[in-house]
């Protein structure tokens, strides 16, 4: 069979304008991780269970790998590198550090997308509602406890501001 | 995983052009079936159209005539408009069952309708609202029930070239409300291994005047079940009445046993589900008078 033609994109990432070249086959989590070397989107399952790889596409939370590389045509994707500000880290962020909410780190950087897109469409969730919004996001190491009490504390910070 | 050839036509007319002809394409909505199916080599279309370009496909309007649906609209888009969850609280929730934020971000009822699962959570749900599926092709646009839509497991009605639209959901009668229940194994992210859909309309002496209820996950299709609506059709919803209804739909139910529970048990738990979600429909339409 002959190799599939190459797909160029034209997409915005974390505000900046970015051109690759994909095959049609290839997800977008690839596609930033292998074409952009933008490694702080984790893949872990490949099959949208694990919640690693979560990035929003035009505003909407996803997992990166359950959408191709060519849909972002056009688009506008933000990833955890996008998150934090010039040198300081966004409330989601220094809250799971304060609250040991990882260990081996590879869960949070989708935690981290998944729980900043929560509390910009609801700045003050009760613990359910984090707790059933985090559930794509798997993390074998905290017991989820501590994510979960980092988010509720960064919710407060983010009130309080 | 690979994949020859993807598109994302602007219009139906290509879409439809690129899909017929039986080369191997394969409509792409949300996602959340089609890539995971070819990850595990479930499935290898040579070409992946994809639909979400295509302003039909992805516009929702809601009128005197109900709720147009975009086939490809995703599901946290429905969820966050307040009017539907008002109007069909229970199609609203059993499509936001449907996995996690994530896959609410992409996952579409029409994806759920069109991939044919036994289980899909949004299906009965569709069908006790009246649900209507409007369908274009190379020989024209056609409408089909919701219930007549999916033929069995992973299969469904549509022809060579053809794409289902929109979903139409007519506006309920005055003192109409719908509910949708599941049962699952965990107690989220996981796959029916029961669901029902109710709608329920009251007159205003609180008798019922119209009803429907589908069921899911318990025979190869979702299935409507006439038997278990004409049980609550001209009762109050009385305790006799429910447990008439539930007795229907377990008569009409044909599960499967496998891991996540026995033909015994589903059969079991679809008439306990059908008696609390006409209940739960019932209390919304007194509550909300
Ligand atoms: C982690 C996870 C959890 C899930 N949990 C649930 C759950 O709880 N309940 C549930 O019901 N499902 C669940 N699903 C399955 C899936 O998310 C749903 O079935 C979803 O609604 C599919 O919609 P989609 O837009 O992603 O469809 P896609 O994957 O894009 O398409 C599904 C199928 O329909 C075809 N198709 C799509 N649109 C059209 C169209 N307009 N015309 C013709 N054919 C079309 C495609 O070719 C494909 O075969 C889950 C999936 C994942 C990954
Ligand atoms: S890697 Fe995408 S959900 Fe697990
Ligand atoms: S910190 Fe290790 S998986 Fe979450």
């Not at chain 2, 497991?153 to 719908?178: N, W």
Request: charged letters at 20%.
């Amino acid at each position: 069979m002959s190799q599939p033609r190459k797909i160029h994109v034209s997409t915005t990432v974390n505000g900046e304008p970015k051109e690759f070249l994909c095959e049609p086959g290839q997800v977008l989590s690839d596609a930033l991780r292998n074409n952009l070397a933008l490694t702080g989107t984790k893949e872990g399952c490949t099959t949208g269970d694990c919640g690693a790889c979560s990035v929003l596409l035009d505003g909407a939370l996803v997992c990166s790998c359950l959408v191709l590389a060519a849909e972002a045509e056009g688009r506008a994707v933000q990833t955890i590198e996008g998150v934090a500000g010039e040198g300081r880290l966004h409330p989601v962020q220094q809250q799971l550090l304060e609250h040991a909410g990882l260990q081996c780190g590879i869960c949070t950087p989708g935690v981290v997308v998944a729980a900043k897109a929560l509390l910009e469409q609801n700045p003050d969730p009760s613990e359910e509602e984090v707790r059933f919004w985090l559930a794509g996001n798997l993390c074998r190491c905290t017991g989820y406890d501590k994510i979960i009490v980092a988010v509720l504390a960064a919710a407060a910070d983010m009130r309080a501001a | 995983m690979s994949l020859a050839q993807y598109s994302s036509p602007p219009t139906l007319a290509e879409a439809m052009q690129a899909l017929a002809g039986g080369t191997g394409a394969r409509p792409l909505a949300g996602g959340t079936d089609l890539l995971v199916q070819m990850k595990l080599g479930l499935r290898s279309p040579a070409h992946v159209v994809d639909l979400k370009r295509i302003p039909d496909l992805m516009a929702l309007t809601l009128d005197d005539n109900g709720l147009r649906l975009g086939a490809a609209v995703p599901g946290a888009v429905v969820t966050a408009n307040a009017d539907i969850a008002r109007t069909w609280p229970g199609f609203t929730e059993a499509l936001g069952l449907i996995g996690s934020s994530q896959v609410q971000g992409r996952c579409s009822a029409g994806g759920n309708l069109c991939n044919a699962s036994p289980a899909a959570d949004s299906v009965p749900a569709l069908i006790a609202s009246r649900g209507v599926c409007h369908i274009a092709g190379p020989g024209g646009e056609r409408t089909v029930a919701a219930e007549d839509f999916t033929t069995g497991p992973g299969t469904h009605c549509l022809g060579d070239g053809e794409i289902l639209v929109a979903l139409q959901l007519p506006l309920p009668a005055p003192r109409t409300a719908d509910a949708y229940l599941r049962m699952i194994p965990r107690t989220e992210m996981d796959i029916a291994i029961v669901g029902a859909g109710v709608s329920i309309t009251l007159d205003e002496s609180g008798v019922c005047t119209d009803a429907r209820v589908a069921i899911g996950a318990v025979a190869p299709t979702a299935l409507l079940v006439p038997e278990a609506a004409a049980a609550l059709i001209g009762s109050t919803l009385d305790a006799d009445s429910l447990q008439a209804a539930g007795a229907a739909a377990t008569a009409a139910a044909s599960p499967i046993s496998d891991k996540r529970g026995t033909a015994e048990y589903r059969r079991k738990v679809v008439a306990v589900l059908v008696r609390r979600a006409a209940a739960i429909a019932h209390s919304r339409i007194t509550e909300s008078t």
